[in-house]
C-alpha cells in the first residue's frame, strides 16, 4: 500500500500535519463514513476522465486519481496545486471555476461527482445544465447530499431526552422545533436550502435534465449518523462548533464500528448514481 494511500490523504506542508493526514487521511466525520460507499459508487476505471464538481480542498479527488490517470478537480476556490505527490502528477489537476459556467469540453467527461454542492449554490440547475454538457452520452454521475436528519426530527416529536436536556440546560438557544434547528444549522453552514430535501428532489431535478437514477446507496448507517446528529445538535445548543476535525479525531473508530456492523438497507445520507436516459 502506498503511504499517501489513507482515504482523501493531501499532502500537508507543515511536516507533522502531513504526517498525521498521512496516516489518519482526512478528518472529516460524514465524509470518512461514507468514503468507500462513495468510491464503490464512482467504480471509476483507468481511462476514464473524472470531474470532482465542488471538489473543496480536493480530498476525493486524490484518492480519484488513484484509480484514473485523468482527473479534474474543479471549485470557484483555488486549490493550492503544489502539492500534488509525485505518483499522482500527470494524472490530476485542479481547475478554478465557477461551476455554472466550466472550462470544459461538450461531451468530454465519463464520471461526474457533485458531492455536498447542490445545496450550496441558489440554484442546483445551474450545475445540472454544465454536467449535462460536458458529460459523455455513456458517462454517469454520483451526487452525494443529506436528507432530513431523522434522529433529531424524532427527538422534537417526542420531546426525547436530549430535546429536554438541551431546553433545559441551554434555555433560548435550543431551537423551538425541528425545522427551527435545521434552517439554523443550515444557515451556519452557508447553505442555500433552509430544509433538507428528500430523495425525490433530487430524483426530479435529475429527470428534468433528462438523467435516471440507477441506484442510491443509502450512507452512513442510520445508527452512526443519528448519533453524531445528537451530538451534533448538543454541540449547537450549547454554541460549540457543528463540524470540524475535532468530531472525526474523536468519534470516527467508534462510528466506524457501529457502521460497519450496521444492516442492511443502511443510513440517513444519501449517494444517487445517475446516467442518462436515452442510454
Ligand atoms: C460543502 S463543500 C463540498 C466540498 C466537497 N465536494 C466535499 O464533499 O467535501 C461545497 C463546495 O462548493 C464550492 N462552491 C460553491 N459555490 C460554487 C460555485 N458557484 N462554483 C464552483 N464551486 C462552488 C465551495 O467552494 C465548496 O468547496
Known amino acids: 500500500m502506498p503511504l499517501y494511500s489513507a482515504p ?38 483507468e481511462s476514464e476522465v473524472v470531474l470532482d464538481f465542488g471538489c473543496g480542498i480536493g ?3 486524490y484518492d480519484m486519481a488513484k484509480k484514473s490517470k485523468n482527473v479534474i478537480g474543479l471549485d470557484i476556490i483555488d486549490v493550492n496545486k503544489n502539492i500534488i505527490p509525485p505518483k499522482l502528477k500527470g494524472r490530476l489537476r485542479f481547475i478554478q471555476s465557477r461551476g455554472e459556467s466550466v472550462p470544459l469540453e ?12 447542490l445545496l450550496q449554490i441558489p440554484e442546483p440547475m445551474d450545475f445540472l445544465n454544465e454536467v449535462a454538457r460536458i458529460l459523455k452520452p455513456s458517462g454517469r454521475i454520483v451526487l452525494v447530499n443529506p436528507l432530513e436528519r431523522a ?3 424524532e427527538e422534537y416529536n417526542n420531546n426525547g431526552r436530549w430535546v429536554r436536556f438541551a431546553k433545559k440546560f441551554c434555555g433560548e438557544r435550543c431551537p423551538a422545533s425541528y425545522e427551527d434547528y435545521t434552517k439554523k444549522l443550515q444557515f451556519s453552514f452557508d447553505s442555500h436550502f433552509f430544509e433538507l430535501p428528500g430523495i425525490d428532489f433530487y430524483e426530479k431535478l435529475l429527470e428534468s435534465k433528462g438523467f ?38 474523536t468519534l470516527y473508530p467508534f462510528l466506524k464500528i457501529i457502521d460497519s456492523l450496521s444492516p442492511l438497507p443502511r443510513g440517513t445520507g444519501c449517494i444517487i448514481c445517475a446516467s442518462r436516459k436515452e442510454v
Request: proline share 5%; aromatic share 18%; hydrophobic share 45%.
Open 212 to 249: 435516471i437514477v440507477n441506484n442510491v446507496i443509502f450512507s452512513p448507517s442510520k445508527k452512526a449518523q443519528q448519533f453524531f446528529e445528537k451530538i451534533q445538535f448538543l454541540a449547537f445548543c450549547f454554541n460549540l462548533p457543528t463540524f470540524g476535525p475535532v468530531y472525526f479525531y
Open 59 to 61: 480530498y476525493i479527488t
Open 151 to 153: 434522529g433529531i426530527l
Open 106 to 117: 461538450d461531451n468530454s467527461v465519463d464520471v461526474i461527482l457533485l458531492s455536498e454542492i
Open 8 to 45: 482523501g490523504y493531501i499532502p500537508h506542508k507543515v511536516w507533522w500535519k502531513d504526517l498525521a493526514h498521512r496516516f489518519l487521511g482526512t478528518p472529516n466525520l460524514i465524509k470518512r463514513l461514507q468514503f468507500n460507499d462513495i468510491m464503490s459508487a464512482l467504480d471509476i476505471k
